[in-house]
Nanobody, 129 residues
Framework: QVQLVESGGGLVQAGGSLRLSCATSGFTFSRYAMAWFRQAPGKEREFVTAISWGGRATYYADSVQGRFTISRDNAKTTVYLQMNSLKPDDTAVYSC??????????????????????WGQGTQVTVSS
């Protein structure tokens, strides 16, 4: 049974920080690219960041570049999202996602931003002003 379970969301003031975790099971974590997406009320889901299967490459949406950091621990089958300098516009439900890759896969921005097959339930992040 594939599971992705996010945690760490909550209420934080603008300028503050949060660290989200996504604990996974039921698939070969080290063979999957991992990503974070977010969806604010009334808006479409948007890409936030992604990390390659070995953790050596990352991509970020322009809106979070320099403020957010994605990382992964393959031994713990967990991916993290460190969020600093939070803004009210960061308020959203944050979901983690997994996408299969092979040794031949090129971790391009195109690959990293779409086509994810496994999804978590999401965790709410609210940034107050």
């Amino acid at each position: 049974q594939v599971q992705l379970v996010e945690s760490g969301g909550g209420l934080v003031q603008a300028g503050g920080s949060l660290r989200l975790s996504c604990a996974t099971s039921g698939f070969t974590f080290s063979r999957y690219a991992m990503a974070w997406f977010r969806q604010a009320p009334g808006k479409e889901r948007e890409f936030v960041t992604a990390i390659s299967w070995g953790g050596r490459a990352t991509y970020y949406a322009d809106s979070v570049q320099g403020r957010f950091t994605i990382s992964r621990d393959n031994a713990k089958t967990t991916v993290y999202l460190q969020m600093n300098s939070l803004k009210p516009d960061d308020t959203a439900v944050y979901s983690c996602a997994a996408k299969f890759a092979t040794a031949a896969t090129i971790f391009s921005r195109t690959f990293a931003t779409r086509g994810y097959e496994y999804w978590g339930q999401g965790t709410q992040v609210t940034v107050s002003s």
